[in-house]
């Protein structure tokens, strides 16, 4: 019998990325085979991310476009996972008005892909399935990872933060933390594979730890991973500033492997919007904190997400976000408008920014950053630096891309077959966004 062919199209953050590596592990398990090509697929699954509008519409105008192929092709599945399924006002959407949508399921429920299948084919009525209350994790799903050298490794779930903008609390449910043992093995699997870089996940590492029912922090899980054979470099995201421990700090300037690169989110450099915000830090906390950092570590990489627009933003708290990047020179940022996400509480302010003003801000923030990204990489100019190669860069086949252990990305000459490895390059060029190099 033909193989049936899937494919997975990804929307939001790296929890996405890897709950979709988990799901092409299930699939190809019951003998799946993907494809890149819709048109050629038996089974199409969105992963959908509800954090900004953008990412929403995005799905909807994906999923309308389908109509006509599902016409083409009675026999395809379509299914609907992610965040946005976690919210019962958009399944209902998706149940009105898309019928041809065939299988929804949630965040908590990728395990149960395979019987939901099943539910489908003997039906043939559309399937909903959806954990509201997400507090289970569940162990033993593997995941089909898009590299050989470098994995995702979640180490806790939800999150308890309800920052006022942000939907995720809704959508991922309350924090819970994995067990050690089971994030250990899974990591010491990976090295006996052959994988050389971790990225420890979590909505927010820095509170690891408390739902178990002993004393053990993310300090202690780094320094125990640290230990295993054949791991070169770990990273880890997200960490709230309000959380970030001295014992981390001095976790990351001790053990080797721990890459010098944090992504510490300040949102707003205004402390008035920030108490808004529910950041439960104050600007001047967020200096402190990035100090002590500096001084421990000095020659940390520092990256940060920054929204614009958030409601009642005046000009001078704007103009107080825009002190604080000068001030604290970030690496790189993830910029954000301020998206109203319905069932937040910033959803309810009644002192909206409007898009103009918020689009106006925006790029005096990107104006603003880059010159600050372009001088921190000019001291990289003529060094040498450590990089995992990634991939054949998608402009020139006979350049690499990789990153360095600050997560600078570099270009570079070399051969495909280097893909996977370390490799020492010196860096002849710098831009805002990437060095340029050569493997010496
Ligand atoms: N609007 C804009 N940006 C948001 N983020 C979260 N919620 C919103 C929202 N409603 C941003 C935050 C967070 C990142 C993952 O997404 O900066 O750190
Ligand atoms: Fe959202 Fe705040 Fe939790 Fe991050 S810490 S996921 S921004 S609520």
Redesign the pocket.
């Known amino acids: 019998m033909k193989s049936k062919k899937y494919t997975i199209v990804t929307y939001g953050?790296q929890m996405n990325e890897h709950d979709s590596e988990k799901i092409s592990w299930i699939l190809e398990n019951m003998g799946y085979i993907w494809t890149d090509d819709k048109e050629d697929s038996d089974f199409i699954i969105y992963n959908t991310c509800l954090?900004?509008e953008n990412a929403e519409l995005k799905v909807y105008g994906q999923l309308g476009a389908l109509k006509d192929l599902k016409r083409k092709n009675p026999d395809l599945i379509l299914a609907v996972c992610g965040c946005m399924m976690q919210r019962e006002e958009i399944r209902n959407i998706i149940l009105r008005k898309y019928r041809h949508v065939d299988i929804i399921f949630g965040t908590g429920n990728i395990h149960k892909l395979p019987q939901l299948i099943n539910r489908y084919h003997q039906s043939n009525e559309t399937v909903v399935d959806v954990v509201e209350d997400n507090r289970e994790i569940v162990e033993n799903i593997d995941a089909n990872r898009k590299y050989s050298f470098k994995a995702y490794v979640n180490v806790m779930y939800g999150c308890n933060n309800f920052c006022t903008?942000?939907?995720v609390p809704y959508t991922r449910g309350r924090e819970r933390s994995r067990e050690p043992e089971n994030i250990i093995e899974e990591v010491r699997s990976l090295a006996e594979r052959g994988y050389k870089e971790i990225t420890l996940l979590g909505q927010n590492v820095n509170s690891y730890g408390k739902t178990l029912s002993y004393d053990y922090t993310f300090a202690n899980l780094l320094e125990d991973i640290n230990k295993i054979d054949g791991i070169k470099r770990i990273r880890f995201m997200t960490s709230h500033p309000k959380d970030l421990s001295d014992e981390l700090i001095e976790a990351m300037a001790s053990l080797d492997k721990v890459c010098e690169h944090l992504h510490l989110?300040i949102?707003s450099g205004s402390s008035r919007i920030l108490k808004v915000m529910n950041r439960k830090y104050t600007k001047e906390d967020y200096l402190r904190l990035v100090e002590k950092i500096r001084n421990r570590i000095p020659d940390i990489a520092l990256t940060t997400?920054?929204?614009v627009g958030f409601p009642g933003e005046t000009e001078e708290d704007f103009n107080e976000t825009l002190e604080l990047v000068k001030k604290v020179e970030y690496d790189s940022a993830?910029t954000?408008?301020?998206?109203i996400?319905e069932g937040?509480i910033a959803a309810r302010m009644e002192n909206q920014i409007p898009d103009d003003i918020k689009q106006e801000r925006f790029q005096r923030l990107l104006d603003t950053l880059y010159p600050i990204f372009y001088k921190k990489n000019l001291k990289y100019q003529d060094k040498v630096v450590e990089v995992l190669v990634e991939e054949v860069s998608k402009n020139n086949e006979k350049v690499l891309t990789g990153r360095t252990r600050h997560g600078k990305l570099v270009h570079f000459e070399g051969d495909k077959k280097l893909i996977g490895q370390l490799v020492d390059v010196k860096i002849d060029n710098v831009k805002t966004f990437t060095l340029e190099g050569h493997i010496i």
Do not use: A, G, K, N
Not at 336 to 339: C, G, N, Q
């Open positions: 953050c954090v900004r903008y942000c939907i989110p949102q997400d920054i929204i993830f954000f408008l301020y998206s996400r937040t």
